[in-house]
């Protein structure tokens, strides 16, 4: 029987060349390895979260569908970039003698920040739904999250020190927005209930503290041009991980017991009766778990007729 011996042949096959520019800074297959095996998480991630909402009622699933959406999008991304595709050669700012960063175009994964530009959204509408902020405050806050986001790109493709001031203004970003979840939606979660406070503090705290980490990766790799591609793989792989399939576990198991239209979002299928809301659907099937029928505390149903009904 013969040896059989495992190759990646991305980098062979695809090359560190773009536009006739060779990026003599790049990642080496063990990169390209860790690469494929983070996408390789994402994938059974996303898998598993579609799995888990098919449990679910259809009224029940948004949790799980904007989290398998992140790991989805994230398998993606790390595909292209375990394939050594979806970067550009740019010029670095600061060349290094450590012959690990030494040369002089260095290659600047453009495809990451597409990924982040669609799941970091993503992450925050789940966080911010589960605190039951308001629709105005959470497409602010999505807005300045894709502001930091740009500002991380293009601060990564410019060859200047003026890069820095891109950095800046995605650094403020990131604080108006670890404000917002570590106050303003924390405060959202009081009235909510306990298990709602406490899923959102376990997953806006997880959240906050990798996050803050992100500015600190950039900065040693597109940035600084500190450390090698292959440790620019596992400082944001290693990042990546925790923020999306690690941060949507905890979430869906949280997210468990509690019903989305006590965070107020009331979503109607199509088998619903269009009568009755999905707030009084929630309400028969909890008075139906605690063995009572749908009605007043005496066993009698309510059919009061609504005081603000429209006439004609």
């Given at each position: ?128 739904l589960t605190a ?157 778990r605690n063995g ?21």
């Amino acid at each position: 029987m013969k040896n059989f011996e495992r190759r990646n042949d991305a980098l062979r096959i695809n090359g560190n060349t773009v536009n006739g520019i060779t990026a003599d800074i790049a990642i080496t297959p063990r990169g390209s390895d860790f690469y494929f095996a983070i996408c390789a998480a994402m994938a059974v991630a996303a898998f598993t979260f579609v799995g888990l909402a098919l449990q679910k009622h259809r009224r029940d699933r948004i949790f799980h569908y904007i989290t398998a959406g992140v790991v989805f999008v994230a398998a993606i991304s790390y595909f292209s970039m375990g394939s050594n595709l979806g970067f550009t050669p740019i010029v670095v700012e600061n060349q290094r003698s450590d012959p690990k960063v030494h040369g002089v175009f260095r290659e600047i994964f453009y495809v990451r920040y597409i990924d982040w530009f669609i799941t970091t959204p993503l992450l925050l509408m789940d966080l911010l739904l589960t605190a039951g902020m308001p629709w105005p405050t959470i497409l602010w806050v999505i807005l300045v999250d894709e502001i930091m986001i740009v500002c991380g790109l293009v601060g990564a493709l410019v060859r200047s020190t003026y890069k820095w001031g891109y950095f800046a203004f995605g650094c403020l970003a990131l604080c108006y927005i670890i404000y917002q979840l570590a106050w303003e939606a924390r405060l959202h979660t009081n009235p909510l209930g306990k298990d709602v406070t406490r899923v959102f503090f376990l997953c806006g705290s997880l959240t906050c503290i990798l996050w803050v980490l992100y500015p600190i990766a950039w900065g040693v790799c597109e940035g600084g041009n500190v450390i090698a591609p292959d440790s620019e793989a596992v400082f944001y792989g290693v990042l990546d991980f925790l923020a999306k399939p690690v941060f949507g576990a905890l979430l869906l198991w949280g997210h468990r017991s509690i019903d989305p239209a006590r965070l107020g979002l009331q979503i109607r299928d199509y088998e619903d009766d269009p009568a009755v809301t999905p707030v009084a659907h929630a309400g028969e099937k909890s008075r139906t778990r605690n063995g009572a029928t749908a009605g007043n505390g005496d066993g009698v149903a309510n059919d009061m007729p609504q005081d603000n009904a429209a006439t004609v």
